[in-house]
């Protein structure tokens, strides 16, 4: 026996109580031969049934699993097809696998002739339609000779799930500790410099990473204090949370407790809104929802309907060749002279600004102090220029007035620094302006080609060139000392 | 033989007089703290506790169009019944449960607009005043279009 600290919602057990039982002595009964017949097969004269429980995917699994004979899969078929279940043709074609449902077929499981020949089945029917009607499955499968299992799966629907309690505009919510990956609470003060902001998309500096902040009361569409909290540099409480592969901070008010909760389904009114798994009763008798993370990070956009637009894009793929389309975030930024590039924002590590004075020299290369390291800084028109000329222009030399046409730097302005991360390195990519963050299909193109940028698309109705983010890591780590002589400040 | 005669659980909204069949009715309790529930309808008040059963309660008012009641008028609920689970009604006051008789029923006048006719089974016609019956199933329905807004 194994997982019996699993536990079950009391409705739960109920149901299963019954089901259970009848396959434990289903597999005892007529699964488990004879000790004769086990020696004859070279088995232990002792059999083994295991039983097992266990969490997995949102649900609870349990296992009954014996080393008996297995089902009988010629009589099972002869028995339906005498039984008219089936057609003799269709009894051909059937998989032993299809033909193991046929236990769960109610002719067939009160046939008694059936359970002492083939030694399964009466009352599997029964087992099955008890299972599913509190939201589960039951499946069998089956080797001849070595054994049968049965699998539940019940829903997790009123199962008891350990869960953080958190409040948001006074009321509060419950998330399911499965999505949880740690909290975050930034002090007052530290809430302004510790977040960024990129028209109307917060993000939060997580060791380095940013991690897309989600205001929970603004998806729910409730006043609260969370967002004035953050822009008067109050205490700003984050939940990180996993939605399939992304990340994103949840910010909430407060974060109160973990508690064990009982999961109650909603009722027709409020079924449908994808945000809510479900619903609980809290110590004091109120009731608290269950916030849906993936749900709740699709609404908020931080991951995307991806799953559904799968099958469109393949199609959409096949019809435009040499044209690739997927959809991503980017982040958009303008170079000097005013074009409008994006680079997915996966690969960004950090947004930066330093000041124009903190720009110091490394041998030739530009370099700031950036969190007690050393920084190198490449500039954006630079990169592209030695790409576009196919090596490095030198520039005059004279510092003061920039070569730029569009776009002119304005002094005192802070630059802008785009900060990507390879392995230990880390590299700063100093941009004209930062303009926004975008989730987009975008369709590659390639009008021009051009050393280090991987394509164009439309983005926002405008084109724009996508930077090759790989070649610029590349570029610089290869990249030959000579070809570094003048690249120093220019400006 | 007198006409055969129904029972209805009556209640008061705004001023008129409701009824539903008894037999929908599951029960009658006092205000309940009710837990707002974002992104649906504005008809559902929020969820409540109903002795560890978590139900949806339906503001009838909102339901009907008649405007929300003052803050400090705490509702009532009518739980009912219905295959899909139990919801609650929020209304303003219970009456008592009356005897009907069929006789006295007609259909919603085609006059009468401005309180979601369709919410309406009929009228009945009592000496002092009309009880008005409602129909369970659209009561109890929190208008699709706005729920699946956000999805």
């Given at each position: 026996m194994e997982g019996s600290e699993t536990e079950l919602d009391k409705t739960i057990i109920e149901a299963i109580k019954d089901p259970l039982t009848h396959m434990v002595r289903n597999a005892v009964d007529h699964g488990i031969e004879k000790p004769e017949a086990r020696r004859a097969a070279g088995k232990p004269a002792e059999g083994v049934l295991h039983l097992r429980a266990y969490h997995e995917g949102g649900k609870v699994n349990i296992e009954i699993r014996d080393d008996g004979a297995g089902l009988n899969f010629e009589k099972l078929r002869a028995k339906a097809v005498e039984r008219g279940l089936i057609t003799a043709e269709h009894s051909e074609r059937m998989s032993d696998r299809e033909a193991v449902s046929l236990i769960f077929h109610p002719g067939l499981s009160t046939a008694e002739q059936i359970s002492n020949v083939s030694g399964r089945g009466v009352g599997m029917d029964v087992v099955k339609t008890n299972i599913e009607k509190i939201g589960g499955t039951v499946d069998v499968t089956s080797i001849a000779g070595a054994g049968t299992t049965l699998r539940m799966k019940i829903p997790l629907t009123l199962a008891i799930i350990p869960a953080l309690i958190v409040t948001s505009a006074r009321n509060r919510y419950a998330i399911p500790q499965v999505s949880l990956l740690e909290l975050v609470r930034l002090k007052a003060g530290q809430s302004v410099s510790k977040t960024e902001q990129i028209r109307g998309n917060h993000f939060y500096r997580l060791r380095g990473r940013l991690l897309p902040l989600v205001y929970l009361s603004h998806e729910l569409q409730r006043s609260s204090t969370e967002i004035k909290g953050h822009e008067t540099g109050k205490v700003v409480n984050i939940v990180v949370l996993q939605a399939d592969d992304r990340q994103f901070g949840l910010v909430v008010d407060e974060i109160n407790d973990c508690e064990e909760i009982v999961v109650?389904?909603?009722g027709k009114q409020i079924k449908g809104v994808p945000t809510f798994a479900g619903a609980t009763i809290m110590g004091d008798g109120r009731v608290a929802l269950i916030l849906d993370v993936m749900g709740l990070a699709q609404r908020a956009g931080v991951i995307g309907h991806e799953r559904e637009r799968a099958v469109a894009d393949d199609s959409e793929l096949t019809a435009k060749s040499g044209v690739t389309s997927a959809r991503q975030t980017l982040l958009l930024f303008q170079e000097e002279q005013g074009q409008r590039m994006a680079i997915p924002l996966e690969l960004v590590a950090r947004l930066e600004e330093f000041d124009r004075d903190a720009v110091e020299r490394a041998g030739h290369q530009e370099v700031v102090q950036y969190r007690g390291r050393i920084l190198p800084l490449v500039r954006i028109s630079d990169y592209l220029?030695?790409?576009?000329?196919?090596?490095?222009?030198?520039?005059?030399?004279?510092?003061?007035?920039?070569?730029?046409?569009?776009?002119?730097?304005?002094?005192?302005?802070?630059?802008?620094?785009?900060?990507?991360?390879?392995?230990?390195?880390?590299?700063?990519?100093?941009?004209?302006?930062?303009?926004?963050?975008?989730?987009?299909?975008?369709?590659?193109?390639?009008?021009?080609?051009?050393?280090?940028?991987?394509?164009?698309?439309?983005?926002?109705?405008?084109?724009?060139?996508?930077?090759?983010?790989?070649?610029?890591?590349?570029?610089?780590?290869?990249?030959?000392?000579?070809?570094?002589?003048?690249g120093g400040v220019h400006r | 033989m007198s006409a055969p005669s129904k029972q209805f659980c009556t209640f008061i909204l705004d001023g008129h007089y409701f009824g539903v069949p008894v037999q929908q009715v599951q029960e009658v309790l006092r205000y309940q703290e009710i837990t707002e529930v974002p992104l649906v309808s504005s008809v559902v008040r929020g969820l409540i506790n109903l002795r560890g059963q978590i139900i949806a309660a339906v503001d009838l008012r909102r339901q009907l169009g008649l405007g929300d009641r003052g803050e400090k008028q705490k509702p009532m609920n009518v739980i009912m019944r219905s295959e899909e689970g139990a919801f609650s009604l929020l209304v303003d006051e219970i009456g008592d449960v009356i005897e009907v008789e069929e006789d006295s029923f007609e259909r919603p006048p085609d006059s009468l607009r401005g309180m979601a006719k369709g919410m309406l089974r009929g009228v009945y016609k009592l000496p002092a005043r009309l009880l008005l019956v409602l129909d369970t199933e659209q009561a109890g329905r929190a208008s699709e279009i706005e729920s699946r807004r956000e999805a």
């Open positions: 109650k389904p909603l220029g030695r790409h576009r000329n196919g090596a490095v222009k030198p520039h005059g030399l004279s510092s003061g007035e920039g070569v730029v046409a569009a776009g002119k730097p304005v002094e005192n302005e802070k630059l802008q620094v785009v900060v990507f991360r390879q392995g230990q390195q880390s590299i700063g990519l100093i941009v004209h302006r930062i303009l926004d963050i975008v989730e987009e299909e975008i369709a590659l193109e390639h009008p021009s080609a051009q050393g280090g940028i991987r394509g164009s698309a439309v983005v926002q109705n405008k084109v724009t060139d996508l930077l090759d983010v790989a070649d610029l890591l590349h570029d610089r780590n290869s990249q030959p000392e000579e070809e570094l002589v003048g | -």
